[in-house]
């Protein structure tokens, strides 16, 4: 979403990500990978992503997934190679929700709920070109 950043905000919306986390790993985050030009926010309780219907999928289906992928070399850039960014990608796997599915909703101005879309699966995203088609309708 980083590199995407201004064709939401030229169409004048604002972009917020919710992590399943705490504030404090999310500083950590940022250190690593940031920064990003949007606030990122944590859920460490899982309330909104409970609250919104986002699904956490099985472990043994999200590691044959990572297995898979990994063995196929379909999933590429899983581990950074930079260590330090590589040190706290594996101290999320061990200490993160990594199993919750994240989505993509769209409020108007006003707060009511235009689109969504909830991912099945780390590799089942939004398309970029459908969120902005939908901005664009707005």
Request: charged residues 25%; positive net charge; hydrophobic residues 35%.
């Amino acid at each position: 979403m980083r590199e995407h950043y201004d064709e939401f905000s030229k169409r004048g919306y604002q972009l917020i990500v919710i992590a399943p986390s705490k504030g404090s790993f999310i500083n950590m985050f940022l250190e690593e990978f940031g920064p990003y030009p949007f606030p990122i926010l944590g859920d460490p309780a899982r309330g909104a992503y409970k609250g919104m219907g986002h699904k956490t999928m099985p472990k043994w289906k999200l590691l044959s997934k990572a297995a898979f992928g990994f063995v196929t070399g379909k999933v590429k850039g899983f581990v950074p190679e930079d260590e330090k960014q590589k040190k706290f990608v594996m101290e999320s796997m061990k200490t993160q929700d990594v199993y919750v599915q994240g989505g993509t909703w769209i409020y108007s101005s006003s707060g009511k709920v235009l689109w969504n879309h909830i991912d099945e699966s780390p590799e089942n995203h939004a398309p970029l070109a459908k969120i902005i088609e939908i901005m664009d309708k707005q």
